[in-house]
């Protein structure tokens, strides 16, 4: 079974300093990871996906994230932080066949000023 | 851009009865999902849903929950009783075919159970 691990459930960052979210995954078979970011009060959007192409992902809002299939890791960064990445971020993971998606628990980040 | 929407934003019923919640996939989507997510905790897997019919379910999907492609359009996930520990924000997401490819989500209905 496939899962993932978020650690830290609340970071908390200064506006222009680089963020580190943690996520490490546990799965047989290679997998595909994914970050979404919830604002609140509205769903999940995608930031960005792993799929068995380039190990460094860019995605939206100037976020990255590298698999390392050596630490089983998936860590999301951003170099400079805004107030507005203020959101509960989650990772995901799932299997080829993409029919069952496991989520982290999150990681509520707080941009201070 | 398509999106996925989800109807009633909010829907509040007594204990012991039956709600229906209804989602309007991507069109061209071929793979539904439904999510939920109770209140501070992380999003949980409920069921995959494709060619008319449950490809995977979770432990949380029992005989309480069902799903249905009633139409052309609309994903619809049904729980006959509910309980309290029912209340949370559901979540329906939808792919395209083509593996891996991206789920979409909609914005959820919260669901309260009083």
């Known amino acids: 079974a496939q899962s993932v691990t978020q650690l830290g459930s609340h970071v908390s960052v200064s506006e222009g300093a680089l963020v580190l979210l943690r996520c490490n995954y546990s799965?047989?078979?290679?997998?595909?990871l994914f970050w979404y970011v919830q604002y609140p009060n509205q769903g999940l959007q995608l930031l960005l996906k792993y799929t068995s192409a380039a190990t460094l992902v860019k995605g939206i809002n100037g976020f990255e994230a590298e698999f390392k299939k050596s630490e089983t890791s998936f860590h999301l960064t951003k170099p400079s932080a805004h107030m507005s990445d203020a959101a509960e971020y989650f990772c995901a993971v799932s299997d080829d066949n993409n029919n069952d998606m496991r989520f982290g628990a999150g990681t509520r980040l707080t941009v201070k000023p | 851009e398509p999106e996925v929407t989800q109807t009633p934003s909010h829907q509040v019923t007594q204990m012991g009865q039956e709600v229906i919640l209804r989602c309007v996939p991507i069109s061209n989507h071929l793979y539904f999902y439904w999510y939920r997510q109770i209140l501070g905790q992380k999003v949980e897997f409920l069921v995959s849903?494709?060619?008319?019919?449950?490809?995977?379910k979770s432990e949380i999907f029992d005989d309480q929950f069902s799903v249905e492609r009633p139409d052309g359009s609309n994903f619809t996930l049904k729980i006959r009783s509910t309980k309290l520990e029912d209340s949370a924000m559901y979540f329906c997401?939808?792919?395209?075919?083509?593996?891996?490819?991206?789920?979409?989500f909609g914005p959820g209905t919260r669901l309260t159970v009083l």
């Open positions: 997401a939808s792919r395209a075919q083509g593996v891996p490819d991206t789920q979409y």
């Open positions: 849903f494709y060619n008319n019919e449950i490809s995977e």
């Open positions: 799965s047989s078979v290679p997998p595909y």
